[in-house]
């Protein structure tokens, strides 16, 4: 299941289940689009791949118990801010390549 972390790892903004901020790469690593945008250039700092939206889990039970009642959202915050300098030099040879050709 998708860990709905509570924060943008970076610059620590908080990302509550229903942001329409937050952004995710494929290991679930989570960003706020600010910080996607102008400090990452959609290259994840842990493993290179781009970004997608957040899906937003919902908050009623409207099948199955699967909801924000029953799964909630991660409350530990995963705040690992990245050097921009050493991003840029990380980014450089992968954020011209499609994320869906890295
Ligand atoms: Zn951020
Ligand atoms: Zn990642």
């Given at each position: 299941m998708l860990e709905l972390r509570?924060?943008?790892?970076?610059?620590n903004k908080r990302l509550p289940p229903n942001s329409s901020e937050a952004c995710i790469c494929s290991y679930e690593c989570t960003f706020c689009i600010t910080c996607v945008e102008t400090v990452l250039a959609n290259v994840?700092?842990?493993?290179g791949g781009g970004f997608v939206p957040r899906p937003v889990r919902p908050a009623t039970n409207w099948r199955g118990d699967n909801f924000l009642g029953k799964n909630p959202a991660s409350t530990t915050p995963k705040h690992r801010p990245v050097d921009s300098a050493a991003h840029a030099r990380f980014a450089a040879k992968i954020k011209d390549i499609p994320p869906r050709e890295r």
């Open positions: 509570p924060t943008c790892e970076h610059c994840c700092p842990n493993c």
